[in-house]
């Protein structure tokens, strides 16, 4: 199967899906517009839903326990149970256009769309550890692999697989969609989001 290869799409469940994360049986699916989290089964059949505290949430990534997403605009991370949407911390402002952010085990990865980086933060402090550069000039959604970081890029309608050591380049493929958001993988694929077109992808990087 070539690099990109879009395996199964699906109709998103509202009209603007921002990002989407995987917890190891189900997917979350935020939408920045109506302001709701999703819960879909791997068809992307919604199984429920719950409204989200602030206006225009943005970015999502679950860590087994909590949703962490993005208030839009204000730079700041949310923390929510995953079992009953409950705020469990809110940080400081951290930047002005926080565009996406991943888990990988132990820390946070977040996409700084205002200086083009990707910054390794502490979920404990919020505290920003360091950066690599962003592929492109406006990294949006993130997606860990157990090794290696995958970023979107609307401008260049592509996504990337990055060192997360470096931000060096490894591979590329241009997305199926007309405007790239939300990333997650499954252990196996990738999963993404397109907000102009209002679908959901699974996509083979074998």
Known sequence: MALGTVMRSFAAPSNQPDDIAFDGSNFWLIDNNINRMYLLNTDAVELWFYPVKF????????????????VALTGRILQNSKFHGQEVRLSGMLGADITGIEWDGSHLWVSDDSNNLIWLVDP?????????????????????????LWVVNP?????????????????????????????????????????????IYQIGVT
């Not at 950066?131 to 157990?146: K, Q």
């Not at 260049?156 to 241009?174: D, H, L, N």
């Open 124 to 148: 404990v402090s919020f505290t920003i550890l360091r950066d690599i550069p962003a592929p492109g000039n406006s990294p949006r959604g993130l997606a860990w692999d157990g090794s290696s």
């Open 55 to 70: 206006a225009n949430m943005r970015a999502l990534a679950i860590d087994g326990f909590s949703l962490w997403s993005v």
């Open 155 to 199: 401008n260049t309608q592509s996504i990337y697989q990055v060192s997360p050591e470096t931000g060096a380049v490894i591979r590329s493929f241009v997305t199926p969609g007309q405007d790239p958001s939300g990333l997650t993988w499954d252990g196996r694929t990738l999963w993404h989001t397109d907000i102009a077109l209002d679908r």
